[in-house]
């Protein structure tokens, strides 16, 4: 099972999870939230145009992400497995990808959806900080890091994501409920769908989802 996609609505955890599993399986972990926010930052084109919709919460064109997957699953290090995070959020981008992978003889071994209630995911959301440097997340609450506002791994400002602020967050929530939840019936359709509970333990979430995907404990 080495080729999984993560569902979930914004702040489920599938970044985090998404992050260990990888890095235990050796698979590049391919999240086009992360690859969008790179491009904003460097000032390509593509960010250029992508930081419009990120910012207020809606999702960037299909075809726009189609075209980041396409060229991210042709690197060498991709051609044994991924976890997709963030990826596909519409029925056409899934669409899109399983046309993309037939192309490279692959498939989807496994869907997973994180489920997490909505009042969760808003302090979830409100609270997290994040490391622009490395990535590394963090919360005020329930995972705060060690120096106040510094990351614990490499020691930079953490910073609130622009489209954490609370009014954004709903939009987040809305677009998720409205474009990214029919691809439920999409992939329960096609037999590949597990879902997990995202709202225990991080170790507890951690063991349903190798459970789900047929991974050892
Ligand atoms: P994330 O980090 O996954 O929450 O993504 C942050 C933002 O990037 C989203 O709110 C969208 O604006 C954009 N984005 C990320 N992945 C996608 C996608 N698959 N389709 C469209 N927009 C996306």
């Known amino acids: ?39 904003v930052a ?14 207020s919460g809606a999702l960037v064109p299909d075809e726009v992400v189609i075209g980041l997957i396409a060229a991210r699953l042709a690197e060498p290090d991709a051609r044994s497995g991924f976890i997709l995070d963030g990826f596909p959020r519409t029925v056409p981008q899934a669409e899109g990808l399983e046309r993309l992978l037939k192309d490279l003889g692959q498939s989807i071994d496994r869907v997973i959806v994180f489920d997490v209630g909505e009042g969760e995911l808003l302090r979830r959301l409100t609270g997290r900080r994040v490391c622009p440097k490395c990535g590394a997340a963090f919360h005020l609450v329930f995972a705060s890091p060690k120096a106040d506002g510094r990351c614990d791994q490499c020691g930079s400002a953490l910073i609130q994501r622009e489209d954490d602020r609370e009014e954004t967050v709903r939009t987040r929530l809305a677009v998720y409920a409205r474009e990214t939840a029919p691809l439920l019936d999409h992939y329960r359709d096609r037999h590949l769908l597990s879902a997990v509970s995202g709202e225990g333990e991080i170790q507890a979430v951690r063991r349903a989802i190798r459970r789900a995907a047929g991974l050892p404990a």
């Open 1 to 39: 099972m080495r080729r999984l996609v993560f569902l979930g609505p914004p702040g489920a955890g599938k970044g985090t999870q998404a992050r260990a599993l990888a890095a235990e399986l050796g698979v590049p972990q391919v999240a086009t939230g992360d690859m969008l926010r790179e491009a």
């Open 42 to 55: 460097a000032k390509t084109p593509l960010g250029l145009l992508a930081k419009r919709y990120m910012d």
